[in-house]
Protein backbone atom coordinates (compact mmCIF):
# COMPACT_ATOMS: atom_id res chain seq x y z
CA UNK A 1 0.00 0.00 0.00
CA UNK A 2 1.33 3.53 -0.46
CA UNK A 3 2.13 6.19 1.35
CA UNK A 4 -1.12 8.40 0.86
CA UNK A 5 -3.35 5.41 1.52
CA UNK A 6 -1.31 4.21 4.85
CA UNK A 7 -1.82 7.82 6.15
CA UNK A 8 -5.30 7.78 5.32
CA UNK A 9 -6.17 4.74 7.01
CA UNK A 10 -4.03 5.99 10.20
CA UNK A 11 -6.04 9.00 10.27
CA UNK A 12 -8.91 7.06 9.97
CA UNK A 13 -8.39 5.08 13.22
CA UNK A 14 -7.26 8.12 14.96
CA UNK A 15 -10.77 9.60 14.41
CA UNK A 16 -12.52 6.83 16.20
CA UNK A 17 -13.34 4.92 12.41
CA UNK A 18 -14.04 1.10 13.40
CA UNK A 19 -11.05 -0.17 11.75
CA UNK A 20 -9.33 -3.70 13.69
CA UNK A 21 -5.94 -3.66 12.79
CA UNK A 22 -4.80 -7.48 12.24
CA UNK A 23 -0.81 -7.88 12.98
CA UNK A 24 1.82 -9.78 10.86
CA UNK A 25 3.30 -13.07 11.75
CA UNK A 26 6.76 -13.08 13.57
CA UNK A 27 10.04 -13.28 11.62
CA UNK A 28 10.82 -16.81 13.08
CA UNK A 29 7.27 -17.71 11.90
CA UNK A 30 7.90 -15.88 8.57
CA UNK A 31 11.14 -18.11 7.90
CA UNK A 32 8.99 -21.02 7.47
CA UNK A 33 9.17 -19.65 3.98
CA UNK A 34 12.45 -20.72 3.66
CA UNK A 35 12.58 -24.09 4.86
CA UNK A 36 9.25 -26.15 5.17
CA UNK A 37 6.55 -24.16 3.20
CA UNK A 38 7.10 -22.92 -0.57
CA UNK A 39 8.13 -18.94 -1.08
CA UNK A 40 4.28 -18.78 -1.44
CA UNK A 41 2.92 -20.56 1.75
CA UNK A 42 2.55 -23.90 0.91
CA UNK A 43 3.51 -26.91 2.47
CA UNK A 44 6.57 -28.16 0.42
CA UNK A 45 6.37 -31.64 1.65
CA UNK A 46 4.23 -34.27 0.00
CA UNK A 47 1.41 -35.85 1.47
CA UNK A 48 1.55 -39.80 3.64
CA UNK A 49 0.08 -41.09 0.51
CA UNK A 50 2.29 -39.82 -2.07
CA UNK A 51 -0.20 -38.74 -4.30
CA UNK A 52 0.58 -35.47 -3.83
CA UNK A 53 4.70 -34.76 -4.55
CA UNK A 54 6.86 -32.23 -2.47
CA UNK A 55 6.95 -28.85 -4.61
CA UNK A 56 10.64 -28.73 -5.87
CA UNK A 57 10.59 -25.73 -7.64
CA UNK A 58 7.35 -25.54 -10.21
CA UNK A 59 8.01 -26.20 -14.30
CA UNK A 60 10.01 -24.04 -15.48
CA UNK A 61 11.04 -25.27 -18.71
CA UNK A 62 9.86 -24.26 -22.26
CA UNK A 63 6.50 -26.88 -23.03
CA UNK A 64 7.16 -28.83 -26.43
CA UNK A 65 4.65 -27.47 -28.78
CA UNK A 66 4.54 -23.91 -27.12
CA UNK A 67 4.98 -21.19 -29.77
CA UNK A 68 6.45 -17.90 -28.17
CA UNK A 69 3.61 -15.53 -28.19
CA UNK A 70 0.79 -18.06 -30.25
CA UNK A 71 -0.54 -21.27 -29.07
CA UNK A 72 0.14 -23.19 -26.13
CA UNK A 73 1.24 -26.78 -25.57
CA UNK A 74 0.74 -29.64 -22.94
CA UNK A 75 3.94 -30.19 -20.98
CA UNK A 76 1.59 -33.88 -19.71
CA UNK A 77 0.19 -35.16 -23.10
CA UNK A 78 1.28 -38.09 -22.74
CA UNK A 79 -0.42 -38.76 -19.27
CA UNK A 80 -3.26 -41.26 -18.73
CA UNK A 81 -6.21 -40.88 -16.13
CA UNK A 82 -5.23 -42.49 -12.97
CA UNK A 83 -9.01 -42.80 -12.23
CA UNK A 84 -12.44 -41.13 -13.09
CA UNK A 85 -15.05 -40.30 -10.38
CA UNK A 86 -18.30 -41.02 -11.48
CA UNK A 87 -21.72 -41.39 -10.07
CA UNK A 88 -21.24 -44.87 -9.32
CA UNK A 89 -18.11 -44.17 -7.55
CA UNK A 90 -18.69 -41.06 -5.70
CA UNK A 91 -18.83 -42.60 -1.91
CA UNK A 92 -15.37 -43.70 -2.95
CA UNK A 93 -14.23 -40.18 -3.12
CA UNK A 94 -16.65 -38.06 -1.34
CA UNK A 95 -14.02 -37.02 0.84
CA UNK A 96 -12.40 -34.79 -1.70
CA UNK A 97 -14.61 -33.46 -3.47
CA UNK A 98 -16.41 -30.35 -3.27
CA UNK A 99 -20.01 -30.22 -2.77
CA UNK A 100 -20.85 -28.76 -6.21
CA UNK A 101 -18.98 -31.45 -7.68
CA UNK A 102 -21.02 -34.01 -6.14
CA UNK A 103 -24.08 -31.93 -6.74
CA UNK A 104 -22.75 -32.20 -10.71
CA UNK A 105 -22.15 -36.33 -10.25
CA UNK A 106 -25.56 -36.36 -9.08
CA UNK A 107 -27.29 -33.53 -11.73
CA UNK A 108 -25.73 -35.19 -14.87
CA UNK A 109 -24.68 -39.16 -14.17
CA UNK A 110 -25.13 -39.63 -17.84
CA UNK A 111 -21.99 -37.56 -19.00
CA UNK A 112 -20.59 -35.35 -15.87
CA UNK A 113 -17.12 -37.36 -14.73
CA UNK A 114 -13.90 -36.28 -13.70
CA UNK A 115 -10.55 -37.82 -15.12
CA UNK A 116 -8.04 -37.53 -12.31
CA UNK A 117 -4.92 -37.32 -13.36
CA UNK A 118 -1.00 -37.34 -11.43
CA UNK A 119 -0.53 -34.15 -9.57
CA UNK A 120 2.02 -32.00 -10.86
CA UNK A 121 3.13 -28.98 -8.30
CA UNK A 122 3.67 -26.19 -11.36
CA UNK A 123 3.25 -23.19 -9.58
CA UNK A 124 6.36 -20.80 -9.51
CA UNK A 125 6.75 -16.93 -9.59
CA UNK A 126 10.03 -14.91 -10.31
CA UNK A 127 12.50 -14.58 -7.12
CA UNK A 128 11.50 -10.97 -6.67
CA UNK A 129 8.20 -12.17 -5.93
CA UNK A 130 9.03 -14.54 -3.68
CA UNK A 131 11.07 -11.94 -1.97
CA UNK A 132 8.08 -9.54 -1.63
CA UNK A 133 6.06 -12.48 -0.66
CA UNK A 134 8.64 -12.82 2.81
CA UNK A 135 8.84 -9.19 3.34
CA UNK A 136 5.00 -9.12 3.29
CA UNK A 137 4.69 -11.72 5.78
CA UNK A 138 5.88 -9.50 8.55
CA UNK A 139 4.74 -6.09 7.71
CA UNK A 140 1.10 -7.24 5.97
CA UNK A 141 -1.80 -5.94 8.23
CA UNK A 142 -5.55 -6.00 7.26
CA UNK A 143 -7.14 -2.37 8.52
CA UNK A 144 -11.02 -3.32 8.82
CA UNK A 145 -10.78 -5.23 5.51
CA UNK A 146 -7.80 -3.38 3.54
CA UNK A 147 -4.35 -4.75 3.16
CA UNK A 148 -1.88 -2.77 4.23
CA UNK A 149 2.05 -2.56 4.00
CA UNK A 150 2.01 -5.07 1.26
CA UNK A 151 3.26 -5.75 -2.58
CA UNK A 152 4.42 -7.37 -5.29
CA UNK A 153 3.95 -10.89 -3.64
CA UNK A 154 1.65 -12.64 -1.97
CA UNK A 155 -0.08 -10.41 1.07
CA UNK A 156 -0.66 -13.18 4.06
CA UNK A 157 1.26 -16.12 2.66
CA UNK A 158 0.23 -18.15 6.33
CA UNK A 159 -2.93 -16.64 6.76
CA UNK A 160 -4.61 -16.71 10.08
CA UNK A 161 -8.10 -15.57 8.80
CA UNK A 162 -10.20 -16.31 5.98
CA UNK A 163 -10.57 -12.35 4.94
CA UNK A 164 -6.15 -12.70 4.62
CA UNK A 165 -6.54 -15.96 2.41
CA UNK A 166 -9.14 -14.18 0.14
CA UNK A 167 -6.87 -11.19 -0.08
CA UNK A 168 -4.12 -14.07 -1.08
CA UNK A 169 -6.49 -15.20 -3.85
CA UNK A 170 -7.10 -11.80 -5.34
CA UNK A 171 -3.66 -10.72 -5.40
CA UNK A 172 -2.79 -14.46 -6.45
CA UNK A 173 0.84 -14.22 -9.08
CA UNK A 174 -0.77 -13.95 -13.06
CA UNK A 175 2.05 -11.82 -14.66
CA UNK A 176 2.35 -8.10 -14.49
CA UNK A 177 1.02 -7.48 -18.00
CA UNK A 178 -0.59 -9.73 -20.17
CA UNK A 179 -3.47 -9.97 -23.23
CA UNK A 180 -6.02 -13.06 -24.57
CA UNK A 181 -8.63 -12.93 -27.36
CA UNK A 182 -11.21 -14.83 -26.28
CA UNK A 183 -15.15 -16.17 -26.26
CA UNK A 184 -17.34 -16.06 -23.87
CA UNK A 185 -20.24 -19.08 -24.28
CA UNK A 186 -23.59 -19.23 -22.44
CA UNK A 187 -25.05 -22.64 -22.00
CA UNK A 188 -28.80 -22.84 -21.83
CA UNK A 189 -31.29 -24.90 -19.63
CA UNK A 190 -31.94 -27.00 -22.83
CA UNK A 191 -29.03 -27.34 -23.75
CA UNK A 192 -28.18 -24.61 -26.24
CA UNK A 193 -24.81 -23.13 -26.35
CA UNK A 194 -24.66 -19.33 -27.62
CA UNK A 195 -21.88 -17.31 -28.17
CA UNK A 196 -22.17 -14.41 -25.92
CA UNK A 197 -19.05 -12.45 -26.46
CA UNK A 198 -15.25 -12.65 -28.84
CA UNK A 199 -13.21 -10.02 -27.84
CA UNK A 200 -10.08 -8.88 -26.86
CA UNK A 201 -8.72 -8.00 -23.14
CA UNK A 202 -5.84 -6.21 -22.22
CA UNK A 203 -5.00 -6.95 -18.21
CA UNK A 204 -2.28 -5.47 -15.68
CA UNK A 205 -1.69 -6.07 -12.06
CA UNK A 206 -0.04 -2.84 -11.17
CA UNK A 207 0.66 -4.20 -7.08
CA UNK A 208 2.89 -6.52 -8.98
CA UNK A 209 5.31 -4.06 -11.73
CA UNK A 210 8.85 -5.36 -10.18
CA UNK A 211 9.48 -1.62 -9.49
CA UNK A 212 6.63 -0.10 -9.15
CA UNK A 213 5.96 0.05 -5.64
CA UNK A 214 6.90 3.83 -4.93
CA UNK A 215 3.76 4.77 -7.35
CA UNK A 216 1.47 2.06 -6.66
CA UNK A 217 -1.68 3.76 -6.15
CA UNK A 218 -3.78 0.90 -4.92
CA UNK A 219 -5.32 -0.04 -7.81
CA UNK A 220 -3.95 -3.69 -8.08
CA UNK A 221 -6.01 -5.13 -11.54
CA UNK A 222 -7.07 -3.48 -14.36
CA UNK A 223 -9.31 -5.01 -17.30
CA UNK A 224 -9.71 -3.49 -21.04
CA UNK A 225 -12.06 -5.61 -23.27
CA UNK A 226 -13.15 -4.57 -26.73
CA UNK A 227 -15.83 -7.20 -28.22
CA UNK A 228 -15.26 -7.91 -32.10
CA UNK A 229 -18.33 -9.89 -31.75
CA UNK A 230 -21.01 -11.66 -32.07
CA UNK A 231 -21.83 -8.86 -34.43
CA UNK A 232 -24.67 -7.24 -32.57
CA UNK A 233 -21.98 -6.21 -29.53
CA UNK A 234 -19.17 -5.37 -31.92
CA UNK A 235 -17.40 -2.17 -31.11
CA UNK A 236 -18.44 -2.31 -27.41
CA UNK A 237 -16.30 -1.78 -24.69
CA UNK A 238 -15.85 -2.08 -21.17
CA UNK A 239 -12.83 -0.86 -19.23
CA UNK A 240 -11.89 -1.58 -14.93
CA UNK A 241 -9.85 -1.07 -12.04
CA UNK A 242 -9.98 -3.07 -8.61
CA UNK A 243 -8.95 -1.69 -5.57
CA UNK A 244 -7.71 -1.91 -2.07
CA UNK A 245 -10.35 0.12 -1.16
CA UNK A 246 -13.96 -1.32 -2.42
CA UNK A 247 -14.97 2.13 -2.59
CA UNK A 248 -12.62 3.47 -5.34
CA UNK A 249 -13.25 0.46 -7.80
CA UNK A 250 -14.33 1.69 -11.07
CA UNK A 251 -15.90 0.33 -14.57
CA UNK A 252 -16.87 2.18 -17.97
CA UNK A 253 -18.70 0.84 -20.64
CA UNK A 254 -18.63 2.28 -24.16
CA UNK A 255 -22.05 1.21 -25.97
CA UNK A 256 -22.18 1.69 -29.32
CA UNK A 257 -25.71 2.31 -30.06
CA UNK A 258 -25.16 5.65 -27.79
CA UNK A 259 -21.65 6.20 -28.57
CA UNK A 260 -21.11 7.37 -25.38
CA UNK A 261 -18.83 5.71 -21.90
CA UNK A 262 -21.29 5.46 -19.27
CA UNK A 263 -19.45 4.86 -15.52
CA UNK A 264 -21.51 1.74 -14.30
CA UNK A 265 -23.22 2.74 -10.69
CA UNK A 266 -21.99 -0.57 -8.82
CA UNK A 267 -19.37 -2.70 -10.24
CA UNK A 268 -19.34 -5.48 -7.90
CA UNK A 269 -21.19 -8.11 -6.07
CA UNK A 270 -24.29 -9.64 -7.79
CA UNK A 271 -24.52 -6.84 -9.96
CA UNK A 272 -24.39 -8.89 -13.58
CA UNK A 273 -20.90 -7.49 -15.25
CA UNK A 274 -21.77 -6.33 -19.22
CA UNK A 275 -18.55 -8.53 -20.13
CA UNK A 276 -20.87 -11.60 -19.57
CA UNK A 277 -23.46 -10.15 -21.40
CA UNK A 278 -25.50 -9.44 -17.97
CA UNK A 279 -24.98 -13.28 -16.99
CA UNK A 280 -22.31 -13.76 -14.80
CA UNK A 281 -22.24 -11.58 -11.46
CA UNK A 282 -19.13 -8.98 -10.87
CA UNK A 283 -18.00 -11.32 -8.12
CA UNK A 284 -17.99 -14.56 -9.40
CA UNK A 285 -15.14 -13.50 -12.15
CA UNK A 286 -12.52 -16.21 -11.45
CA UNK A 287 -14.68 -17.59 -8.35
CA UNK A 288 -14.57 -14.61 -6.35
CA UNK A 289 -13.96 -11.04 -7.36
CA UNK A 290 -15.73 -8.92 -4.77
CA UNK A 291 -16.21 -7.22 -1.39
CA UNK A 292 -14.95 -9.05 1.24
CA UNK A 293 -16.45 -7.05 3.94
CA UNK A 294 -20.40 -8.04 3.13
CA UNK A 295 -19.21 -11.41 4.59
CA UNK A 296 -17.93 -13.04 7.72
CA UNK A 297 -14.77 -15.36 6.40
CA UNK A 298 -13.86 -18.63 8.46
CA UNK A 299 -10.61 -19.94 7.44
CA UNK A 300 -11.72 -23.50 7.87
CA UNK A 301 -8.20 -24.80 7.08
CA UNK A 302 -6.81 -27.36 4.74
CA UNK A 303 -8.13 -30.13 2.96
CA UNK A 304 -7.19 -32.56 -0.37
CA UNK A 305 -9.32 -31.95 -2.67
CA UNK A 306 -9.93 -33.11 -6.59
CA UNK A 307 -9.78 -29.75 -8.28
CA UNK A 308 -9.12 -28.78 -12.11
CA UNK A 309 -5.36 -28.36 -12.58
CA UNK A 310 -2.84 -27.43 -15.24
CA UNK A 311 -5.48 -27.82 -17.94
CA UNK A 312 -3.26 -27.40 -20.93
CA UNK A 313 -4.82 -30.20 -21.76
CA UNK A 314 -8.22 -28.81 -22.71
CA UNK A 315 -6.48 -25.72 -25.26
CA UNK A 316 -5.92 -28.84 -27.66
CA UNK A 317 -9.67 -28.91 -28.21
CA UNK A 318 -11.76 -27.11 -30.61
CA UNK A 319 -14.11 -24.51 -29.24
CA UNK A 320 -17.21 -26.72 -30.77
CA UNK A 321 -15.83 -29.62 -28.72
CA UNK A 322 -15.07 -27.85 -25.58
CA UNK A 323 -18.95 -28.02 -24.14
CA UNK A 324 -20.63 -30.99 -23.84
CA UNK A 325 -24.35 -31.11 -22.85
CA UNK A 326 -25.04 -28.61 -19.87
CA UNK A 327 -21.31 -28.47 -18.66
CA UNK A 328 -17.36 -28.86 -20.07
CA UNK A 329 -16.69 -31.78 -21.76
CA UNK A 330 -14.95 -34.27 -19.70
CA UNK A 331 -13.12 -35.38 -22.36
CA UNK A 332 -10.41 -32.44 -22.19
CA UNK A 333 -10.67 -31.82 -18.60
CA UNK A 334 -7.62 -32.06 -16.37
CA UNK A 335 -7.87 -33.15 -12.30
CA UNK A 336 -5.55 -33.58 -9.82
CA UNK A 337 -5.16 -34.09 -6.03
CA UNK A 338 -4.72 -30.91 -4.60
CA UNK A 339 -3.75 -29.45 -1.24
CA UNK A 340 -6.56 -26.68 -0.91
CA UNK A 341 -7.61 -23.94 1.86
CA UNK A 342 -11.22 -24.34 2.32
CA UNK A 343 -12.59 -20.58 3.23
CA UNK A 344 -16.54 -20.15 4.13
CA UNK A 345 -18.42 -16.90 3.80
CA UNK A 346 -21.44 -15.74 5.55
CA UNK A 347 -23.17 -12.88 4.60
CA UNK A 348 -23.20 -9.62 7.63
CA UNK A 349 -26.24 -9.31 9.01
CA UNK A 350 -27.53 -6.09 7.73
CA UNK A 351 -25.79 -7.02 3.87
CA UNK A 352 -27.66 -8.57 1.31
CA UNK A 353 -26.34 -10.63 -1.49
CA UNK A 354 -28.42 -12.92 -3.98
CA UNK A 355 -25.57 -15.51 -2.58
CA UNK A 356 -25.88 -15.76 1.15
CA UNK A 357 -23.50 -17.98 1.72
CA UNK A 358 -20.54 -19.57 0.13
CA UNK A 359 -17.45 -21.85 0.12
CA UNK A 360 -14.42 -20.91 -1.38
CA UNK A 361 -11.18 -24.01 -2.39
CA UNK A 362 -8.20 -22.03 -2.50
CA UNK A 363 -4.87 -23.84 -3.97
CA UNK A 364 -1.98 -23.48 -1.85
CA UNK A 365 0.18 -23.24 -3.95
CA UNK A 366 -1.10 -20.25 -6.41
CA UNK A 367 -3.69 -19.08 -4.21
CA UNK A 368 -6.00 -19.27 -6.46
CA UNK A 369 -9.79 -20.07 -5.63
CA UNK A 370 -10.42 -23.17 -7.88
CA UNK A 371 -13.83 -24.10 -7.01
CA UNK A 372 -16.77 -22.01 -5.23
CA UNK A 373 -19.79 -23.11 -4.08
CA UNK A 374 -22.68 -20.65 -3.76
CA UNK A 375 -25.85 -20.75 -1.57
CA UNK A 376 -28.89 -19.18 -2.73
CA UNK A 377 -31.23 -17.29 0.06
CA UNK A 378 -33.17 -20.42 0.58
CA UNK A 379 -30.11 -22.57 1.83
CA UNK A 380 -30.39 -24.27 -1.87
CA UNK A 381 -27.13 -25.22 -3.04
CA UNK A 382 -27.28 -22.56 -6.38
CA UNK A 383 -24.23 -22.38 -8.33
CA UNK A 384 -20.69 -24.13 -8.46
CA UNK A 385 -18.09 -22.04 -9.73
CA UNK A 386 -14.77 -23.07 -11.54
CA UNK A 387 -11.41 -21.59 -12.46
CA UNK A 388 -8.98 -23.43 -14.72
CA UNK A 389 -5.61 -22.80 -14.62
CA UNK A 390 -2.50 -23.48 -17.19
CA UNK A 391 1.13 -23.86 -17.15
CA UNK A 392 2.74 -20.90 -18.41
CA UNK A 393 6.61 -21.12 -17.67
CA UNK A 394 7.22 -17.73 -19.92
CA UNK A 395 5.67 -16.05 -16.91
CA UNK A 396 6.52 -17.71 -15.20
CA UNK A 397 3.98 -19.51 -12.99
CA UNK A 398 0.56 -21.65 -13.48
CA UNK A 399 -1.80 -19.20 -14.42
CA UNK A 400 -5.60 -18.45 -14.35
CA UNK A 401 -7.64 -17.56 -16.97
CA UNK A 402 -10.81 -20.09 -18.30
CA UNK A 403 -13.54 -19.75 -15.99
CA UNK A 404 -17.35 -20.14 -15.29
CA UNK A 405 -20.38 -21.37 -13.33
CA UNK A 406 -22.85 -24.21 -13.50
CA UNK A 407 -26.67 -23.20 -12.15
CA UNK A 408 -27.52 -26.03 -10.14
CA UNK A 409 -30.96 -24.83 -9.73
CA UNK A 410 -31.81 -23.58 -13.18
CA UNK A 411 -29.32 -26.15 -15.59
CA UNK A 412 -27.89 -22.66 -16.83
CA UNK A 413 -23.89 -22.56 -17.58
CA UNK A 414 -21.46 -19.96 -18.50
CA UNK A 415 -17.98 -20.30 -19.83
CA UNK A 416 -15.73 -17.47 -19.82
CA UNK A 417 -12.44 -16.31 -21.46
CA UNK A 418 -12.56 -19.73 -23.82
CA UNK A 419 -8.92 -19.02 -25.71
CA UNK A 420 -8.70 -22.21 -27.91
CA UNK A 421 -9.79 -21.50 -31.41
CA UNK A 422 -8.10 -18.14 -31.21
CA UNK A 423 -4.73 -17.53 -32.79
CA UNK A 424 -2.65 -17.33 -29.32
CA UNK A 425 -3.42 -18.29 -26.16
CA UNK A 426 -2.80 -15.68 -23.37
CA UNK A 427 1.22 -13.98 -23.53
CA UNK A 428 3.03 -11.17 -21.37
CA UNK A 429 3.36 -7.70 -22.97
CA UNK A 430 4.63 -4.80 -21.89
CA UNK A 431 3.48 -3.04 -19.59
CA UNK A 432 0.27 -1.39 -20.50
CA UNK A 433 -0.72 2.55 -19.85
CA UNK A 434 -3.26 3.10 -16.67
CA UNK A 435 -5.40 5.72 -19.25
CA UNK A 436 -6.80 2.36 -21.28
CA UNK A 437 -8.38 1.09 -17.78
CA UNK A 438 -10.31 4.84 -17.39
CA UNK A 439 -13.78 6.14 -18.89
CA UNK A 440 -11.27 9.01 -20.99
CA UNK A 441 -9.30 5.91 -22.05
CA UNK A 442 -12.77 4.09 -23.85
CA UNK A 443 -13.40 7.57 -25.11
CA UNK A 444 -10.53 7.55 -27.46
CA UNK A 445 -10.96 3.76 -28.46
CA UNK A 446 -14.44 4.22 -29.04
CA UNK A 447 -14.70 4.17 -33.44
CA UNK A 448 -18.16 2.44 -33.94
Not at 48 to 68: E, V
Not at 298 to 307: D, I
Not at 421 to 431: F, G
Request: net charge neutral.
Amino acid sequence: MNLRTFAHLTLAAAAGVALTAQAAVSSDEAARLKTTLTPLGAEKAGNAAGTIPAWTGGYTTPIPGDKPGGKRGDPFKAEKPLYSVTPENIAQHADKLSEGVKAMLRKYPNSYRLDVYPTHRTAVAPQWVYDNTLRNATRGKLEGDIPSGVYGGIPFPIPKSGVEAMWNHKLAWRGASWEADFNQYQITADGKVVLTTSGQIKQSMPYYLEDGADKFSGYYWQVNLVNDGPPIRAGEMIAGREHFDPSKVAAYVYLTGQRRVRKLPNACCDTPTPASAGLMSFDEISVFTGKTDLFDWKLVGKKEVLVPYNNNRLLQAKDADLIKGQHLNPDHLRWELHRVWVVEASLKPGQRHQAPKGVYYLDEDTWQAVLGDRWDANGQLWKTTWNLNYVMPDFPGTVQQTFGFYDLLTGQAYVSNVLNDKSYHHRPTKNWSDTIFTGDGLAAQGVR
